[in-house]
């Protein structure tokens, strides 16, 4: 089992950042047989949608087309822990935002979100 932990959402402006952190725990084996880390969204009566997500063996990453240029992710493999760095916000980016981790065979750990707003 993984439990992941999300912070960093609130309120801000258009064109301001934020940064989303999301810490993963669980036993050794566990953390040591994570693949990927990411982030997934899910606005107001839309479905859930890639944000951006990371391999945890060679840092591979994968940006949905919405967010490229404006959002960067990142990890501590240390501190099994990955952020997403989003600059230049649009009224578009409201979410929810998930933390998922991905294991062999399939298994997809979720957290519990967290809301982030851009509004003025």
């Known amino acids: 089992q993984v439990q992941l932990v999300e912070s960093g959402g609130g309120l801000v402006q258009p064109g301001g950042s934020l940064r989303l952190s999301c810490a993963a725990s669980g036993s050794s084996l566990a953390m040591l047989t994570i693949q990927t880390m990411g982030w997934y969204r899910q606005a107001p009566g839309k479905q859930r949608e890639l944000v951006a997500t990371i391999a945890t063996s060679g840092g591979t990453t994968n940006y949905a087309d919405s967010v490229k240029g404006r959002f960067a992710i990142s990890r501590d493999n240390a501190k099994n822990t990955v952020y997403l760095q989003m600059n230049s916000l649009k009224p578009e980016d409201t979410a929810v935002y998930y933390c998922?981790?991905?294991?062999?065979?399939?298994?997809?750990?979720w957290g519990k979100g967290t809301l982030v707003t851009v509004s003025s």
């Open positions: 998922n981790v991905k294991r062999p065979a399939g298994m997809d750990y």
